[in-house]
């Protein structure tokens, strides 16, 4: 009985220290970001090798509300999602994460800061005539692994008829499509749209949406962080200085 309360005392204690509070954070001056910057216009390494993007501009916009630095860890997606988070390694994530159920019963998430939706990436003008939902069957579907993108493949294009070929790193996918190695790339809507942009003619848009999904900055659970993050967030968007990062880094259709 006295042991067994023990043991639940040291886990409760245990949980409740891997999870940065506000308190925290404050007394430590700085808030720890932990963020997979390969995934432009989001994040990402600029020329001059820092990371910056939405994501960045709005958890600085956090840290400065808290009134504490912000340091940026990068950190892969596979790690990031949800191992770097839960772990304490870093006080929160930003990396274009989709809101998920199953997500959600691990982390912590933030109200919804930007709706994107999962599509799908070809060569330049479509040579292979792939669409969605017309014709998957027999084709080979890139998706990047331990992301939405993977998981909605798995769920249905597979049933369709579709081989799924999961990357790590989501250029490789890109050099596959380009290549003709494989039909369609499945990505999230605005990084496909910046490349489009950067790249002009190599990629195309290709069929309807897989999936509509909501992007949330990812807290450990049972941390106050998350409500602080949804009041900066709001403050944000009533004060303008949301609408005029939007402007500033996504590409309007
Ligand atoms: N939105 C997708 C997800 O949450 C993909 C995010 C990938 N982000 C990145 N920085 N590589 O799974």
Do not use: H
């Amino acid at each position: 009985m006295k042991r067994s309360l023990m043991v639940l005392t040291a886990l409760v204690c245990s949980s409740v220290s891997l999870a940065a509070t506000v308190a925290e954070v404050k007394k430590k001056g700085v808030l720890v970001l932990g963020t997979d910057p390969t995934f432009a216009p989001f994040e990402f390494k600029g020329p001059d090798g820092t990371v910056q993007g939405f994501d960045i501009d709005i958890a600085r916009a956090v840290a400065k509300d808290l009134g504490v630095r912000l340091e940026i860890r990068a950190v892969g997606f596979g790690a990031l999602m949800p191992q770097a988070v839960t772990s304490g390694r870093v006080d929160m994530a930003m990396s274009g994460i989709t809101i998920t159920a199953e997500r959600a019963k691990v982390v912590a998430f933030s109200a919804p800061y930007y709706r994107s939706a999962q599509v799908f990436i070809v060569r330049g003008g479509n040579p292979g005539k792939f669409a969605w939902p017309a014709d998957v069957k027999g084709k080979v579907v890139g998706v990047q692994a331990n992301t939405t993108g993977q998981f909605v493949a798995d769920e249905v294009l597979k049933p369709k008829g579709a081989t799924l070929k999961a990357y790590d790193d989501f250029a490789a996918g890109l050099a596959d499509v380009r290549a003709g190695r494989i039909a369609a790339l499945v990505g999230d809507a605005p990084t496909v749209a910046d490349l489009k942009k950067r790249l002009p003619g190599q990629f195309a848009q290709a069929g309807a949406d897989l999936a509509a999904e909501d992007y949330g900055m990812v807290f450990a659970r049972g941390s106050d962080l998350a409500a602080a993050a949804n009041r900066t967030l709001a403050r944000m968007k009533a004060d303008g200085s949301y609408q005029a990062l939007l402007n500033k880094w996504i590409v309007q259709k």
